[in-house]
């Protein structure tokens, strides 16, 4: 059930979050109720399209109601498109839509989009231009410094950068690019923000074991997967050294100053179906005891767990004290996926902690994060000249 924000003033409370949860309390007991958002899914028949179209079946605020692919889906309908590989079946809803190209316009209020970064740069940009919010998961638009890269719980204050965006680019009313990290970056970034916010982080080392459906699908040969670890994966150590950086960093005026430290990180494929790993070390800048980082990050919360959003975990960082947890098979489903798993805390004799994290790398890592952020959005008020159209 979402609640609009009409008939509050959005502007006014717009950066104020108190007064936000404040004014959706009084909304939910006047029972004022709005219209679903209609989604258009971009890259719907991919790993993380699936993923979308699996996580927003009955979701309260959003239904899909447009999908595009590439020229391979074009003119089929979602089931003869899509080779559909999550557990479960593909939900009824989803089957029968026909996949289009990735232009608009397309029959829906937003855009949710899971594009090849190749691909997503000029379609998303189209797609603001016309007028759609666009909440995407690709890589293109992150490191744009007019472009907010979100994790709502670490850094909702970025949103404020969504004003420089309309007064810098020509986008129609309504039209904005909002992004999420790469899938390790926001298990890091996640890990990191309540140590950085209580002990400074003054450098941190990780090490990523990452999943196969990362390489989305088919992704990796069976032949190289199979009884082995490949010691590269094309981009990702640059991405999680820059984009932790920009989350952790904090809003000055109108830009985000990147946070002072620095970040090294070395990635593995491994032969695991699901669930992104991390080995990290971190030196901080204020004395730290083990007890006071596991306090730090199990009592960690933000903005989406105060606002109840749908997909906010209740604890976006959950502590586990066995020796040999966690482990993606049994920890990676955590907080329905969207919790990151944090073991192994430990003094380290060449920084000064370290500990092993754990997150679901299609669902946390990317089409959970990309729906997190469009609630946060739909909460701050960003989304309402769509609520507007249904009126
Ligand atoms: N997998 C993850 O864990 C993960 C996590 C975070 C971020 N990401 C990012 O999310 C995006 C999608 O990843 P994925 O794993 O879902 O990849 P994928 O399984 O390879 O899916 C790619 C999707 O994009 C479509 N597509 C490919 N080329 C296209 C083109 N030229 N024009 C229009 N559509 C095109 C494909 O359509 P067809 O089926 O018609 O070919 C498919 O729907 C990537 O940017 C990736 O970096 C992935």
Redesign the pocket.
């Known amino acids: 059930m979402v609640y609009s924000f009409f008939g509050d003033s959005a502007e006014r409370m717009r950066w104020n979050p108190a007064a936000l949860a404040r004014a959706a309390k009084r909304r939910h007991r006047r029972g004022i109720v709005q219209q679903k958002l209609s989604v258009g899914i971009?890259?719907?028949?991919?790993?993380?399209?699936?993923r979308f179209i699996q996580m927003l079946d009955r979701h309260p605020q959003f239904e899909v109601t447009a999908l595009?692919?590439?020229?391979?889906?074009?003119g089929k309908s979602y089931e003869d498109?899509?080779?559909w590989i999550l557990p479960g079946e593909m939900p009824m809803y989803a089957r029968p839509l026909r996949?289009h190209?990735?232009h608009p316009p397309l029959d829906c209020d937003l855009i949710f989009s899971?594009?090849?970064?190749?691909?997503?740069r000029n379609?998303e940009e189209e797609f603001a231009r016309a007028g759609y919010p666009v909440i995407s998961?690709?890589?293109s638009w992150r490191m744009t410094p007019d472009v907010p890269l979100l994790i709502p719980e670490v850094n909702h204050q970025h949103l404020r950068l969504l004003e420089t965006q309309r007064a810098n680019r020509n986008f129609a009313s309504g039209g904005l690019i909002v992004t999420n990290p790469?899938?390790s970056t926001i298990m890091l970034a996640l890990a990191l923000a309540p140590l950085h916010n209580r002990f400074g982080v003054r450098d941190a080392v990780v090490t990523t074991m990452q999943?196969l459906?990362?390489?989305?699908?088919p992704?990796v040969a069976s032949l190289d997967a199979t009884d082995n670890v490949l010691p590269f994966i094309e981009g990702e150590e640059e991405k999680i050294e820059r984009e932790t950086l920009k989350i952790l960093g904090r809003m000055n005026g109108k830009q985000v100053e990147r946070a002072l430290f620095s970040v090294s990180a070395q990635c593995n494929r491994v032969n695991v179906s699901d669930g992104h790993m991390a080995s990290v070390r971190v030196k901080l800048s204020r004395p730290a005891s083990v007890e006071g980082i596991r306090d730090a990050m199990s009592s960690f919360t933000g903005l989406p767990q105060e606002l109840h959003l749908y997909t906010a975990p209740k604890r976006p960082l959950i502590v586990r004290d066995e020796r040999d947890r966690p482990q993606p098979r049994l920890d990676r489903e955590a907080g329905g996926g969207m919790s990151v798993t944090i073991g192994g805390i430990m003094p380290d004799s060449v920084f000064d902690f370290r500990f092993v994290a754990l997150s679901h790398?299609?669902i946390r890592?990317?089409a959970g994060?990309t729906i997190l952020n469009a609630e946060l959005l739909a909460s701050q008020g960003h989304l309402d000249p769509l609520a507007a159209r249904h009126k």
């Not at 971009?42 to 699936?50: C, I, K, R, S």
């Not at 595009?68 to 074009?74: C, E, G, L």
């Not at 899971?114 to 997503?120: I, R």
């Open positions: 971009l890259g719907a028949t991919g790993m993380v399209g699936q595009a692919a590439s020229d391979r889906s074009h498109a899509c080779p996949v190209a990735p899971s594009l090849p970064a190749e691909v997503a379609s998961n690709s890589s790469n899938c999943a459906s990362g390489a989305g699908y992704g790398n299609t890592g990317a994060a």
